[in-house]
T-cell receptor, first 115, second 112 residues
Framework: DTGVSQNPRHKITKRGQNVTFRCDPI?????LYWYRQTLGQGPEFLTY????????KSRLLSDRFSAERPKGSFSTLEIQRTEQGDSAMYLC?????????????FGDGTRLSIL | QKEVEQNSGPLSVPEGAIASLNCTYS??????FFWYRQYSGKSPELIMS????GDKEDGRFTAQLNKASQYVSLLIRDSQPSDSATYLC????????????FGAGTILRVKS
């Protein structure tokens, strides 16, 4: 069990550019979640996958955001035409998808800074 | 709007004391509750989960749940300077594990 892995750890880009983040969940976990966290706030839910199916998206997730999880393994989160307000820590979490309320385990996050 | 409320702190306690962290939630249908610890610049780390009314103990940590009062708490006994962090309360919105709703966190400072 190597934990949830996220890449890159840091991303600095200019406003208007596209960025893509990757998340590799714990190997036996079939649920994968994306959250966004800004300074002084708790993480806010963005979207989640059960295997390869994207089952829920937050209203926070504008049309500029898209997430995929091909083959139910790793996931990518892409932000198109980045804006200053997109600067945040993007966190990925995974959990088992069976049983009662399995805890979510977080990766180290990708910190995005928009210049 | 379903909410999770925490006192932002900072809560300052002396080394060796008991730290008491509190959380209230608005969704009466919530089924599961979690406490995460987050060090500055790091990601949240799960420390406790609780699903039934009452107390659950794990080492120096005790989680308490009162669904009637919609209240969750975390007690840290024999607090250490290494416990200094932000503690996040999180609540599952649906019974079988969809999204977590987080509070803004309570900053804990343990003074040696």
């Amino acid at each position: 069990d190597t934990g949830v892995s996220q890449n890159p750890r840091h991303k600095i880009t200019k406003r208007g550019q596209n960025v893509t983040f990757r998340c590799d969940p714990i190997s036996e976990h079939n649920r994968l979640y994306w959250y966004r966290q800004t300074l002084g706030q708790g993480p806010e839910f963005l979207t989640y996958f059960q295997n390869e199916a994207q089952l829920e998206k937050s209203r926070l997730l504008s049309d500029r955001f898209s997430a995929e999880r091909p083959k139910g393994s790793f996931s990518t989160l892409e932000i198109q035409r980045t804006e200053q307000g997109d600067s945040a820590m993007y966190l990925c979490a995974s959990s088992l998808g069976v049983g009662l309320n399995q805890p979510q385990h977080f990766g180290d996050g990708t910190r995005l800074s928009i210049l | 709007q379903k909410e999770v409320e925490q006192n932002s702190g900072p809560l300052s306690v002396p080394e060796g004391a008991i730290a008491s962290l509190n959380c209230t939630y608005s969704d009466r249908g919530s089924q599961s509750f979690f406490w995460y610890r987050q060090y500055s610049g790091k990601s949240p780390e799960l420390i406790m989960s609780i699903y039934s009314n009452g107390d659950k103990e794990d080492g120096r940590f005790t989680a308490q749940l009162n669904k009637a009062s919609q209240y969750v708490s975390l007690l840290i006994r024999d607090s250490q300077p290494s416990d200094s962090a932000t503690y996040l309360c999180a609540v599952n919105e649906k019974e079988y594990g969809n999204k977590l709703v987080f509070g803004a966190g309570t900053i804990l400072r343990v003074k040696s």
